[in-house]
């Protein structure tokens, strides 16, 4: 039996025949026997199921719910007096049958100190049903005392529990912490990783261990007394190509320092290890120099998983080419050493044609084998001098460690677009795309790395603005464009807000009768300091920085009120580039606007070009069949120029279709390609029952071409320049317009 169990039943029986004397003469003897028969039973069986618990072990949770059943079934049968008895006793009786229940908590408090939540239970139950009994027997002294002691004892019990955890937490930890202790002691004896080694005054080894030995895979007979460097520097101690960190080593043992995490390459048989030394050096009792004794242990593993980290973490894993990070830091070795040696390097930026409607069309899978094959093809272009990595995306770059001979850079750049541009064979398809080139030599363009990568990069933008395909070097002021972009993109912001905008509106009429059937709003930008700002400069500028949408959206409210005061005849055709139609609230922004000016919505006609149908996965197709249904015309501006748009016209009612002025152009001159192609778009359109518009008409001459053709509407300067809203006002009321261009 366990000791508190043994030293409960002792104090319960103590207890017990104190109670029976002070009650005995004024309470039956048979409820008192019935009690105290209840008491030993009780107290019996708690003994032995705490016996049986101790045998068991069955864990912390079962123990304390051991312990709180004990609690609770010793304050049960410990209750009944106060319940029973006290009520039958004369004043004087009841305070001393309190005070040897209130002896009994006290000493059970002590006694139970080991099982808290058995002293925290039996104290509550006993000791409140106690200040209870004494209350209602009009005994408020006594009820108050005893509720007193018993948060007194309940406090204390608290508080030793409490102790009593933190102090087994302790030893908790204690344990665990020897347990780990054990743990890696017998790991390192298991692995053997590291050895002993020792060598004396004349750097040569003594007493070798088996494990040094081992290591060395030698019998320790046969190194004893050789050289530790020879032993170390293999088959190269001959040829005296000794690495750099062995020649350390032997620099630390001739100036006698102590050295640790020391990493050098062994080479044993036909394997290169790494291993890495630690050692103090060793005197004798009158400071004599003995040699040094240290420690080896065998890195190879953890040096070849950090050579493969730093090379994931250095080249791209898609191409296996260097990534950014390797190319910045090649970057920076060659311009440090142009700086040196006076002499110069090169930096390429190259950009892929074409590359987003592959992606966009064949999915990005096929754009990733694509990207792998450019890699390979640019890998077979350089040399030794060069190296080429990938900026992300369809970036990809080239550091030329010695740039002074200008011809070889030159004809780099050129021969990277025309292997490029070669046609490439990707799951059953045959691509093309090309290649803009951007080059910076420095230090001339850039005295650090981010210089000049930056220079590369603004002739790489140069190259990509005059329609790619070509290499363009850094000039200064490209800088001076960039700069001049910038502060233009600050200027455009605020643009909206200062009230910088206007609507030009230029003439569409009828191509047969010359009859004015409606506008195209045109957006121009008159800035207080820079004037009057060309729209395919700032155009441009705000669909590279999104800031398209919101300027679109006031070219359409303003259009759409200048519209609804014409005449019901006339139209008007706004332009919508592909950011406006990919926004999820575009449709709800025509809506609001038509319903803002009064405009009906079949006099409204929205210009979209083939890049729409770019990004497959847009809503922009919805968005374009919404506007349909809202009743609002439609209208493919550029059509022929880009991307082929042929299945979206059989799928969406467009109401015309724009024929750019190129074409209009070479037509009128006779080129074949050209007439072939207006013939072909006029007769497409006629049997999908849409219109014609040709844009850019310019003389007399290419009035009649179009006329010819059968475009249905025309528009151009030979009609009419843009021209401000009350100027339109004036020519819809100048009825003779129409007979003068007939």
């Not at 398209?548 to 014409?566: H, K, N, S």
Request: glycine share 6%; net charge negative.
């Amino acid at each position: 039996m366990p000791r508190p169990a043994a030293y409960m039943i002792v104090v319960n029986v103590a207890v017990l025949a104190i109670t029976g004397i002070i009650i005995g003469m004024q309470i039956p003897v048979w409820q008192l026997g019935t009690w105290m028969l209840a008491v030993v039973v009780a107290a019996t069986l708690v003994a032995n199921r705490q016996r049986m618990a101790a045998q068991q072990s069955d864990g912390a949770i079962h123990s304390v719910r051991l312990n709180l059943g004990v609690g609770i079934t010793m304050s049960i049968v410990w209750a009944v007096p106060s319940l029973l008895f006290l009520p039958q006793l004369s004043p004087m009786m009841a305070v001393e049958l309190a005070s040897a229940i209130i002896l009994l908590m006290i000493i059970t408090s002590f006694a139970m100190a080991t099982t808290p939540a058995a002293a925290l239970s039996w104290l509550f139950i006993v000791g409140s049903t106690l200040s209870l009994a004494l209350f209602r027997n009009a005994m408020p002294l006594s009820g108050c005392v005893t509720a007193l002691t018993t948060g007194v004892l309940l406090m204390s019990s608290f508080s030793r529990a409490r102790m009593l955890l933190r102090l087994r937490s302790k030893e908790i930890a204690l344990a665990q912490s020897d347990e780990t202790v054990s743990l890696l002691l017998y790991e390192f004896e298991e692995t053997q990783s590291s050895w002993l080694w020792e060598i004396d005054a004349q750097r040569c080894i003594v007493r070798p261990g088996a494990r040094f030995a081992k290591a060395l895979e030698r019998d320790a007979a046969t190194i004893e007394g050789k050289s530790l460097l020879e032993i170390l520097a293999g088959t190269s101690w001959e040829s005296g190509a000794f690495s750099d960190e062995l020649r350390m080593l032997a620099a630390r043992l001739k100036q006698r320092e102590s050295f640790r995490e020391l990493v050098l390459p062994v080479r044993i048989g036909d394997t290169e290890h790494w291993w890495e030394l630690a050692a103090s050096p060793r005197y004798d009792d009158k400071g004599n120099f003995r040699g040094f004794r240290g420690v080896a242990s065998d890195v190879t593993e953890q040096r070849q998983s950090e050579e493969r980290i730093n090379r994931m973490a250095r080249h791209d894993a898609l191409t296996g080419l260097p990534n950014r990070l390797l190319i910045n830091e090649t970057l920076a070795d060659a311009m440090q050493g142009a700086q040196h040696q006076q002499h110069r390097c090169a930096f390429m930026m190259i950009d892929l044609d074409r590359f987003k409607s592959v992606n966009d069309t064949l999915g990005h899978p096929v754009g990733d084998r694509l990207l792998r094959r450019v890699s390979e093809r640019l890998s077979g272009l350089v040399s030794g001098n060069e190296m080429i990595g990938r900026l992300g995306g369809d970036e990809f770059a080239v550091v030329i460690r010695n740039a002074n001979d200008s011809v070889h850079v030159e004809q780099l750049a050129l021969k990277i677009i025309d292997t490029l541009s070669q046609p490439y064979e990707v799951d059953q398809h045959t691509l093309y795309i090309g290649a803009s080139v951007g080059v910076a030599i420095g230090p001339r363009d850039g005295r650090t790395a981010e210089m000049l990568v930056r220079s590369a990069d603004l002739a790489l933008y140069q190259s990509k603005d005059d329609g790619g395909g070509s290499a363009h070097y850094y000039d200064p002021k490209l800088h001076v464009q960039a700069e001049e972009r910038r502060v233009l993109e600050i200027a455009l912001r605020s643009a909206i807000d200062s009230d910088q905008f206007h609507i030009h509106y230029q003439p569409v009429v009828d191509a047969r009768t010359g009859r004015l059937v409606g506008f195209e709003a045109l957006l121009r930008w008159t800035h207080p300091g820079y004037g009057d700002v060309e729209p395919a400069k700032f155009i441009r500028l705000a669909e590279e920085t999104r800031l398209i949408t919101p300027i679109g959206a006031w070219v359409l409210r303003t259009a759409c009120r200048e519209a609804a005061t014409w005449p019901e005849a006339y139209r008007i055709a706004v332009n919508i580039s592909a950011e406006q139609l990919h926004s999820p609230g575009f449709v709800q922004s025509v809506a609001d606007a038509l319903e803002e000016s009064g405009l009906a919505a079949h006099r409204l006609e929205l210009e979209v070009t083939e890049s729409v149908f770019l990004d497959e996965g847009s809503n922009a197709i919805t968005s374009l069949e919404k506007l349909v249904a809202l009743g609002v015309r439609l209208s493919m501006d550029d059509f022929g120029t880009g991307y082929s748009a042929l299945g979206y016209l059989s799928r969406i009612r467009f109401a015309a279709i724009k024929i750019d002025r190129s074409f209009v152009r070479s037509a009128a001159t006779g080129k074949l390609e050209s007439v072939a192609i207006l013939r072909a778009v006029v007769t497409l359109a006629e049997s999908l029952g849409m219109g014609t518009i040709a844009e850019g008409v310019e003389s007399a001459e290419e009035h009649r071409t179009v006329q010819d053709f059968g475009c249905s509407h025309v528009q151009g300067n030979y009609f009419a320049r843009p021209m401000p809203a009350d100027e339109a006002r004036n020519l819809i009321n100048n009825t003779a317009f129409s007979i003068a261009v007939a």
